[in-house]
């Protein structure tokens, strides 16, 4: 059981590119989230989904967006990359019937 | 607004000693809490989890977190760290309203030295 993954492990992107970052689950979890990690800041939710075919905004979704086409996709775009989206990113899940939220390894972007 | 606040941005404690990672929380009404660790290129593991009942609860890897309203805290502990537990800690929460939205704190690094 892979759990959840995410693509790709580490990316450099120009400003203004467009970018999508992966993120599949094998656990048939409802729920899944995106996060951000900075420095000194912890973690904060980008875009949520509670099931295949709904999404929500965090705390943190100005210049991300996300889809929910099925309950193991997740992917988090970025429309044109800036500097200040420079992070690490994290894929989470969470089954029905636990609070539990289960963690991929990360996706570590730069934005130049 | 909600917050959860962990005070110690970096700790360190020598192997063998015991450990209290502080965490704080400011909701209206006490909220589900949350210790999450991370270690160095990893993602988020949870530790444990409190929502109700005794308020000391027990985790995994040896860890334990005391819920106390009267302090609205909630820190963790480790009666003898190895150094394996060096890593960084979180703490979160979320209301009990029906949202399973996470809050996190911004995280105690633990540094261990052997």
């Known amino acids: 059981i892979a759990g959840i993954t995410q693509a790709p492990t580490s990316q450099i992107l120009a400003a203004g590119r467009r970018m999508t970052l992966r993120c599949t689950q094998d656990m048939r979890h409802n729920a899944m989230y995106w996060y951000r990690q900075d420095l000194g800041l912890g973690l904060r939710l980008i875009h949520y989904?509670?099931?295949?075919?709904?999404?929500g905004k965090g705390e943190v979704p100005d210049g991300y967006s996300v889809s929910r086409a099925n309950t193991d996709d997740f992917p988090l775009t970025l429309a044109s990359a800036v500097p200040s989206q420079t992070s690490v990113y994290f894929c989470?899940?969470?089954?029905?019937?636990?609070?539990?939220?289960?963690f991929g390894p990360g996706t570590r972007l730069t934005v130049l | 607004a909600q917050s959860v606040t962990q005070p110690d941005i970096h700790i360190t404690v020598s192997e063998g000693a015991s450990l209290e990672l502080r965490c704080n929380y400011s909701?209206?009404?006490?909220?589900?809490l949350f210790w999450y660790v991370q270690s160095p290129g990893q993602g988020l593991q949870l530790l444990l989890k409190y929502f109700s009942g005794d308020t000391l609860v027990q985790g995994i890897k040896g860890f334990e977190a005391e819920f106390k309203r009267s302090q609205s805290s909630f820190n963790l502990r480790k009666p003898s760290v190895h150094w394996s537990d060096a890593a960084e800690y979180f703490c979160a929460a979320r209301s009990g309203a029906g949202s399973y939205q996470l809050t996190f704190g911004k995280g105690t690094k633990l540094s261990v030295i052997p």
């Open positions: 989470a899940s969470r089954g029905a019937s636990t609070d539990t939220q289960y």
């Open positions: 989904s509670n099931t295949a075919g709904t999404t």
């Open positions: 909701y209206g009404a006490t909220p589900y």
